[in-house]
């Protein structure tokens, strides 16, 4: 278990911090004796601050939304016990979802008339059997709700036993519209009954019909210890230095990245997030739900499961969040830490005399957890390598969005057959990540570089010749950059004051594979609520508010506060401290192996540094040949 007590800054909230923050709030305003919670999170300090002292007061911001569904935000000094100001949210732009709001559309739509009588229509009686998936009703709000009002929007599945897969019979068609503010269902969508699917699609052990052999056992073992140590929520391995946390929103975020005592960046987590689905199936059409911004991936962090989740010698932190009542829930195992050993770091077979024959292992330090939200899963990895590499990898996994297969409603290249009864719809998945860098502790740079072919001409007769050719990006506007594989399109982070050996100033290399950009029509709602999700690449000056790449909350807006606007000034980034904001994701067409659980699927973005050594840093690794190696010689 984690300590209780804090001993840093940026130490993870304690229970008991949060109690007492909640005590504070209640205490100042009785009227928030009723409200639900949506959140509590850390109010950082000021970073250049921080670096000055550690013995910093602490600050937490609670969030949440009050008896007449109005959205506040209250920010109090812990270690005072004192509120210091409590401001309401806009009706334009909300917080995250509460578990209360959620239970409420479940309790409202169940108990509509209009719903019921849909459901009899197809011959479903036993309420006990539905199921009901809220989703987030901002972007295609119904006629029927107030403008500023909060809603969901709901969609059905029906079970055929207490134990069984819902998703795999979905009630085609069926949608209600929730006003939450006003506490009633507005409307119920019925596009006509389609037969539920009668096939199972049971994922968990029970439900198969038979498990294939084991495999025999890969056993991973460190008998002399882990490489890693942990003092409450500080890392360090082979030179590396951070500190994880669970953040509400962001989900898994890492503090003050550091190798060898050289800062690489100051903080790093998931800005936001998009789902747009592209089918005109009406099940799905209207879809493009910000998991971490309008539920929230800290809140949806999983308790991860020795030796499933995560293999070999673990090191555990838990996390503790506000709970919707005001009480305080544990998260147990909700960051995992562990070694990993990641194949040949560097080998040459000499062919010479010489005769030398060198290979080294790599080893490298992940640091995962695992949110649930809605129908899908998604792992946010962080992996950080002995040559300075660090790579950011999402793992995308759970089920994928249903309908009943009806030939009048699917269109091919828009819904997929994943089964004779069942058609899933193109989609995306589209992360932002926020990287507050502090390469080599100063002001930093941005770089892009093209590499691009030479003309044939005498200096280049037969045309083989290519160069890379860089450039400086030095307003915010001609940072808003896509990839271009075909021309080995890279970033560089740089610090113009800090020179290595040949002359150089240090870097870092922002490395994408093939990553896609939003899909959605610019001016639809998807395209300006997840504008982020436009451009693969945003650079900015450093500003502590400007945390997020769709704006601060992001439930029923239209586009308030996301990266567009934040950019619209034009600001320098010529030589600041420089935030860049990677969009990266996959463009989902579902296939039968998708079903009934989906296979992970993986995308991120690789740091590389670039001049940032002299030499290659692991060359200095001893040679680490096991002997418990067994082969049939």
Same mark, same amino acid.
């Given at each position: 278990m984690m300590s209780q007590n804090f001993n840093h800054p940026l130490s993870t909230l304690s229970a008991s911090e949060i109690e007492d923050a909640v005590s504070v709030l209640k205490n100042s305003n009785k009227e928030h004796e009723n409200s639900s919670f949506s959140y509590i999170s850390l109010e950082e300090p000021d970073k250049k601050l921080l670096k000055?002292? *550690? +013995?910093? %007061?602490?600050?937490?911001?609670?969030?949440?939304?009050?008896?007449?569904? $109005?959205?506040?935000?209250?920010?109090?000094n812990l270690s005072k016990k004192e509120l210091l100001k409590e401001e309401k949210i806009s009706n334009k732009a909300g917080p995250t979802y509460t578990l209360a709001e959620i239970f409420k559309a479940i309790e409202l739509t169940m108990g509509d008339e209009n719903y019921q009588k849909a459901l009899e229509k197809r011959g479903i009686k036993d309420l006990s059997l539905i199921q009901i998936d809220p989703w987030p009703g901002g972007g295609f709000v119904n006629k029927n709700i107030k403008n500023?009002?909060?809603?969901l929007k709901a969609i059905s599945f029906l079970k055929d036993s207490e134990k069984d897969n819902a998703y795999a019979r979905p009630i085609q068609g069926l949608i209600a519209h929730i006003d939450l503010t006003e506490n009633k269902v507005v409307e119920v969508e019925d596009h006509g009954v389609v037969e539920v699917p009668k096939a199972h699609a049971r994922y968990d052990k029970d439900g198969q019909e038979s498990l294939r052999e084991n495999p025999k056992e890969i056993a991973i073992t460190q008998p002399e210890g882990v490489g890693f140590s942990v003092e409450d929520n500080l890392i360090s391995w082979e030179g590396w230095q951070l500190r994880a946390s669970i953040d509400p929103i962001e989900g898994l975020a890492l503090h003050q990245v550091s190798l060898n005592?050289?800062?690489?960046?100051?903080?790093? /987590?998931?800005? %936001?997030?998009?789902?747009?689905?592209g089918s005109s199936d009406p099940m799905h059409w209207w879809k493009a739900v910000h998991d971490g911004t309008e539920y929230g991936f800290g809140t949806m962090t999983n308790s991860l499961t020795l030796g499933c989740d995560c293999l070999g010698e673990i090191y555990y932190l838990d996390a503790h969040k506000l709970a919707f009542d005001g009480s305080v829930e544990t998260i147990e195992n909700a960051i995992c830490i562990h070694e990993e050993d990641f194949g040949v770091q560097w080998k040459h077979n000499d062919s010479t005399q010489m005769g030398y024959n060198e290979v080294r292992r790599s080893r490298r330090l992940v640091v995962s957890s695992f949110a649930t939200i809605g129908n899908y899963d998604y792992g946010i990895f962080w992996y950080l390598y002995l040559d300075g590499t660090i790579q950011l990898e999402i793992k995308l996994t759970g089920v994928v969005g249903i309908s009943a297969f009806h030939e009048d409603i699917h269109k091919p290249g828009q819904d997929f057959k994943i089964s004779p009864e069942l058609a *899933?719809? #193109?989609?995306?998945?589209?992360? $932002?990540?926020? #990287?507050? !860098?502090d390469l080599d502790d100063g002001d930093n740079q941005l770089y892009e570089t093209n590499v691009e072919p030479l003309p044939i001409n005498n200096a280049n007769p037969e045309g083989t010749q290519f160069q890379a050719v860089s450039s400086h990006l030095t307003k915010e506007s001609e940072a808003q950059r896509n990839i271009a594989p075909e021309k080995s399109r890279s970033w560089k982070i740089v610090n113009p004051k800090k020179l290595n050996k040949v002359g150089l100033p240090t870097a870092y290399k922002i490395l994408y594979g093939n990553t896609p950009t939003l899909l959605s029509n610019p001016d639809s709602p998807p395209g300006? @609520?997840?504008?982020?999700?436009?451009?693969? #690449? !945003?650079?900015?000056?450093?500003? +502590?508010?400007?945390?997020? /790449? /769709?704006? @601060?909350h992001t439930v029923m807006?239209?586009?308030?506060?996301?990266?567009?606007?934040?950019t619209a000034k034009d600001r320098n980034i010529s030589e600041c401290d420089l935030v860049t904001w990677l969009t990266f994701g996959v463009t989902h067409l579902p296939r039968p192996e998708d079903w009934p659980v989906m296979p992970v699927e993986y995308c991120g973005v690789h740091l590389i540094p670039v001049g940032f050594f002299d030499q290659n840093p692991t060359i200095n690794l001893?040679?680490?040949?096991?002997?418990?190696?067994?082969? $049939?010689?």
């Open positions: 000055e002292k *550690s +013995n910093l %007061d602490r600050f937490v911001k609670i969030v949440g939304v009050d008896q007449k569904s $109005n959205g506040f935000e209250a920010e109090i500023g009002n909060r809603a005592d050289r800062p690489i960046f100051y903080r790093a /987590g998931l800005s %936001d997030m998009v789902v747009p689905y *899933s719809p #193109i989609h995306q998945h589209l992360f $932002n990540v926020r #990287i507050d !860098w300006k @609520r997840a504008a982020f999700a436009k451009h693969n #690449i !945003w650079a900015t000056p450093f500003q +502590n508010e400007e945390r997020s /790449g /769709g704006g @601060r807006h239209s586009g308030e506060g996301g990266l567009e606007e934040i001893p040679p680490s040949c096991s002997s418990k190696s067994k082969s $049939n010689k």
